[in-house]
């Protein structure tokens, strides 16, 4: 039991207080180690805010309060894996708006995904994953629903629905829909009848408070600037939002909006959906509406998330959504996106035997330690922490790999913002993503090398969260009396999440084939060279590479349930490993740097090269060579 009166070196045995203690030090890019010395180690909680000079008050009680209220022991990890068809798939994630366009009015759809189909066959993915297609408003490009039956307008109907998931059916692929149930647009009925009769039981399904002092209830920000919540006259109370001033957070702790929730899911499985992909589904259990840390949101870029990143009931909750809705379907696959859930946390969240979701999403390993998205810097892949991942996260959870999606810039720009090494990098990322254990997503376009767009102004720019930061940091800079609108543009045009979101480059046409309209966001202007007609006329582009990779995971069970293990850990140039199960044996080695490096350990006559990036090794390691060898 953690009080004021344990030892960080306490706190840190625990497994959601690890957690809770990595997280704080990732975000100000410090170590574990230092805990090692033992008048760190040895500090009780309740002296925390002194050693810290009063920097950090209240977040030692805040750790306590997490910690002795919530689960914080995973279950142990067995001697086995269970086998999962889900285990050995690859996820491909489209994102619908800018994947193809049918028709010609600058929007990609769903008959444009479909005429595509035979593209995912080639490059040999098993499941599509799509980002949402439910009738929305579209202040968060579809991530505000206003109503979770209807198909978007601008993608098609449900007739077109239902021709796309019969012809992935019958091409062997399957699909899995983006579950947004944190929140729903503000247009959705059930808050237009709560705004029109505060009496109604719909007005129940979203989080209500009182203001205080003629301002909001709290401190809480959004994800999306400002204050987390919008007041209304309709009803006199203000209304949580988390993310833009249009998403409504909804009130998971109401029975009634639950049962909607999972019979919305029946729903869309009984239409023969195979899995869902579950939005920021770790924040739908607050803990009421107390003040935010006013230092833990300093650490995390966000002020109250310690009363819903890990809520009281979170648990309960997935575990009666399985229950309730995939658990009684075959075959059916879950991923929670889970911002701020640790190791640990993850475990906790996908042990087998919880019953709760299949897979999560950490994304630790997104920015470097101490960095964030929206601050310019190059990524340094020495500091990938998928050590940990393949080592501890036991044989009851599986982990999943990803270095791309809607919400990131493009993995091989951030390595390189002019990525000199651009198809070797691109390469190095399948590598890993296709000979770890877990199960790899795509994101679209990343099987060609895309890269990073170069936005000129904001004007180029679609996404709410840049265009609500860069106003909020121009104020920000007007009111310090400096012309800093440069410089605000500078900052989102970095990290904006517009860079994943560049129309999918098809081919050397106008628009790179993706519309013969106007397209909705600028196309990136390399698309004459980076395409996938020239990529699947050339054997050695990259697109080939993520095909050969895949089908070389296809083919050998050791790349999926093979034990990992690690070789020469203490060389931090290079990651190198073995996969070994089912009679066969894996070697990979992988230079994370842009220098030579020499090879941490010989090869042998034994090692047969299979795949890397180089198309063949030499006597030191290339800048981010990579290469699988059969052993
Ligand atoms: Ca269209």
Redesign the pocket.
Known sequence: MITMRSTLHQVYADPVGKDLVDMLLNSTGKSAKLLDNPLVGGLRLSQLDRLLAGRAPGVAEMVVSLLSSRDTQPPPSPATITRKWWKEAVIYQIYPRSFM?????????L??IRARIPYLKELGVDVVWLSPIYDSPGDDNGYDIRNYKKIMK??GNMASFTALVKDLHENGLKLMMDLVVNHTSDEHEWFQKALADPAAPEKDYYLWAKGKNGGPPNNWTSFFSGPAWNHYDETGEWALHLFSKKQMDLNWDNPALRAEVYDMMRWWLDKGVDGFRMDVINFISKDGFADGNPAAGEAFGIRGIEHYFYGPRLHAYLQEMRRESFGKYENVCTVGETPGMGLNLCRLLTAEERGELDMAFNFDHLENPGKSRMFPYEYDLRCLNFMKWQQEYGNNCWPTLFFENHDNPRMVSKVQSAPAYRMVISKLLAVLQFTLRGTPFLYQGQELGMTNAAFASIDDLRDVEAINRYAELRQKYQAAGEDGDDIAFETVAFGTRDHARTPMQWDDTQNAGF?TGTPWIGVNPNYPAINAKNERENPDSVFHFYRKAIALRHENEALVYGAFSPVFPRDKNTLCYFRVGSGAKFYVEVNLTGEDQKRPGPLSPGHRLLLGNYGGTAAAMRPYEANVYSV
């Open positions: 366009d049918s028709n010609g009015d600058g929007i990609g759809d008959a444009g601008e993608f519309t």
